[in-house]
Every structure is written in C-alpha cells, then in structure tokens.
Nanobody, 123 residues
Framework: VQLQASGGGLVEAGGSLRLSCAASGYIFGNYPMGWFRQAPGKEREFVTTIGLTNSTTYYTDSVKGRFTISRDNGKNTVFLQMNSLRPEDTAVYYC?????????????????WGQGTQVTVSS
C-alpha cells in the first residue's frame, strides 16, 4: 500500500489549494479515506474523512464550509479542496486509509499514511 500526497504550497490568506492523494497497492474503492494535519509543536489532528463514495463526508468544525473532500475511484485518488485559507491552517497535511468500524477522527482508525505535504498560509 502506498499513499502519495501532493499539492501543498505557500498561499496568502483567503487563497485556495487543492491537495491530492494517489493510492496504489490495494483496491482503492473498498476503503474510506481521510486527511489529518500537524502544525509545528502540535499533535496531528483530524481534518476530514470520506466514505466509499462522495456521499458520506465528515469535517472537523474549524474547516466546515471551507474545505471539501472528494474521491475519484477510477483514478484511485482522494482530493482536499481548501478555500478561504487562514494562517492557522498552516500544517503538514497527511492522507490516510481508514479501517471500517473505527472512530473516524481517531488516528487508530487509519492503517496506512502518506508522507505529508506542507501547506503554508501567510497573513
């Protein structure tokens, strides 16, 4: 199993970025996916998760209405569209594969992680 995150970068506050996570080594459409982030000096935190299709999604409160997770099962890729970015969104963003029957906001629910992509939002 491999997860390759990309799309991070430097953006001004109010701007947008789209992260991608390309999956390989397993049947992508059979697993939910998620995004976490980790800011310097802070613990890794849950951002959002998506079920097997685009119909089931959950977000942490701080990104609701600004971030959108989606997936393309034909391309084995999950996306995170981030709009209205704020300096507090600055972090390394990680995609991860979720196991069924687990608390979707818990690290323990995810068994494979990508390498992370840096997002920096300037004020």
């Amino acid at each position: 199993v491999q997860l390759q995150a990309s799309g991070g970068g430097l953006v001004e506050a109010g701007g947008s970025l789209r992260l991608s996570c390309a999956a390989s080594g397993y049947i992508f459409g059979n697993y939910p996916m998620g995004w976490f982030r980790q800011a310097p000096g802070k613990e890794r935190e849950f951002v959002t998760t998506i079920g097997l299709t685009n119909s089931t999604t959950y977000y942490t409160d701080s990104v609701k209405g600004r971030f959108t997770i989606s997936r393309d099962n034909g391309k084995n890729t999950v996306f995170l569209q981030m709009n209205s970015l704020r300096p507090e969104d600055t972090a390394v963003y990680y995609c991860a594969r979720r196991r069924f029957g687990r608390d979707y906001a818990s690290h323990g629910a995810y068994d494979y992680w990508g390498q992370g992509t840096q997002v920096t939002v300037s004020s």
